[in-house]
């Protein structure tokens, strides 16, 4: 488990960089493949806990932990979606009282352009209608794409529980075969890596649950501040969108501002969505995310970015997910790794207070 540190660096480089990219390559041709098993194994070792519990306290056999270890799993999704499905039935009651409300709000947003832009009524909704033609025409040439996409979702929906499983029943013989791949003498190095994956990935999901707790709280309590009906589901709606980097703030947004029409079309209420919006997402960057994710698995903020575009690119909204804890994966194995160590300190986030370049003085006798 180790580079040789005698290579020159011209060598050594291109095939780091090359072995990266095939890593990349693979992962992008068989992306259909390897998302939902990689988002088991996540799944997998947030379980390890509960399963080692019923396993070791409660002698529960190995199939058994495993399966009743998933069934919770399930279980606590389902309770979610119960209770977000419940709400959305109860918003439903008032879509008479949304579309009404959406209307009027609307007709101030053209009234208010007509006065500060000079744009006539007529001029803007020709220019809705046009966009409106276009977007049903890219829609229908879409339709297929988006069944392929419906059938894919459900198909990971059951294939996921089955991957988890799996991995939580096979994880020794998983650490055996990694066992058998290296030397005796790597074999310390290798258990710590499997440790410090394992606590890595755990803290991180851990760390995601606590973050859209909070949002979820915080965002609750400035709707119900400024008034919204609905500020629980969309509050939690909110803290679950959170986790899909850049556009779940946004749909959450949008969402938000759909479901208070349901009391008024008042412009000031949205604004006043939009401010606790912001103001939640100032708390959650700067405060939540330091404190809470990035602390766990110690990525800095510029590789972060770079793999979540790569990831969203790849893999859509799961590989946005993916991209953190396979990003802190490879930390952990290249400050671990002999002669992959500057790699590892190039993704971390610990800054040096000072540096001064470490020349070696020439004696007299070399100058001369």
């Known amino acids: 488990m180790m580079i040789k540190n005698d290579m020159p660096v011209y060598i050594k480089l291109p095939l780091i960089l090359v072995s990266l990219l095939?890593?990349?390559?693979?992962?992008?041709?068989?992306?259909?493949?390897?998302?939902?098993?990689?988002?088991?194994?996540?799944?997998?070792?947030?379980?390890?806990?509960?399963?080692?519990?019923?396993?070791?306290?409660?002698?529960f056999p190995n199939t058994l932990a495993s399966a009743v270890s998933v069934l919770i799993f399930i279980l606590v999704i389902l309770i979610i979606l119960a209770f977000i499905s419940y709400q959305v039935s109860?918003?439903?009651?008032?879509?008479?009282?949304?579309?009404?409300?959406?209307?009027?709000?609307?007709?101030?947003?053209h009234k208010y352009i007509k006065e500060h832009f000079s744009v006539s009524i007529w001029e803007q909704k020709k220019y809705i209608q046009d966009v409106t033609k276009d977007s049903v025409k890219k829609g229908n040439e879409s339709i297929g794409t988006m069944l392929v996409s419906f059938t894919d979702i459900l198909l990971d929906s059951t294939l996921i529980p089955i991957y988890t499983f799996l991995f939580l029943l096979y994880k020794k013989h998983f650490i055996l075969f990694l066992s058998k791949l290296f030397k005796k003498d790597n074999h310390e190095k290798l258990r710590e890596i499997l440790f410090?994956?394992?606590?890595?990935?755990?803290?991180?999901?851990?760390?995601?649950?606590?973050?859209?707790?909070?949002?979820?709280?915080?965002?609750?309590?400035?709707?119900?501040?400024?008034?919204?009906?609905?500020f629980i589901l969309l509050g939690l709606l909110t803290g679950i969108l959170n986790m899909i980097p850049y556009i779940g703030i946004l749909v959450a947004g949008v969402l938000t501002v759909v479901a208070s029409f349901s009391g008024s079309p008042d412009f000031n209420i949205v604004m006043g969505i939009l401010i606790v919006n912001i103001i939640v997402q100032l708390i959650d960057n700067n405060?939540?995310?330091?404190?809470?994710?990035?602390?766990?698995?110690?990525?800095?903020?510029?590789?972060?970015?770079?793999?979540?575009?790569?990831?969203?690119?790849?893999?859509?909204?799961?590989?946005?997910?993916?991209?953190?804890?396979?990003?802190?994966?490879?930390?952990?194995?290249?400050?671990?790794?002999?002669?992959?160590?500057p790699w590892g300190y190039l993704m971390g986030n610990h800054l040096p207070k000072a540096f001064t370049w470490k020349i070696k003085q020439k004696s007299e006798t070399e100058v001369s």
């Open 287 to 341: 405060i939540l995310v330091p404190l809470i994710i990035n602390s766990k698995v110690e990525i800095n903020a510029l590789v972060s970015i770079i793999g979540i575009i790569i990831g969203g690119a790849v893999a859509g909204i799961a590989g946005m997910f993916l991209a953190i804890p396979l990003l802190a994966i490879l930390k952990i194995i290249f400050d671990r790794v002999e002669g992959l160590e």
């Open 90 to 109: 109860i918003i439903s009651g008032d879509f008479e009282i949304i579309k009404k409300n959406a209307t009027s709000f609307m007709y101030d947003c």
């Open 196 to 230: 410090q994956i394992k606590i890595s990935i755990n803290n991180y999901i851990m760390g995601l649950i606590f973050e859209m707790i909070a949002v979820s709280v915080l965002t609750s309590a400035g709707l119900y501040f400024i008034g919204i009906k609905y």
């Open 22 to 59: 095939s890593i990349g390559l693979i992962f992008y041709l068989a992306r259909n493949v390897l998302t939902p098993v990689l988002l088991a194994f996540l799944f997998a070792v947030l379980l390890l806990p509960i399963y080692t519990f019923l396993n070791r306290k409660l002698k």
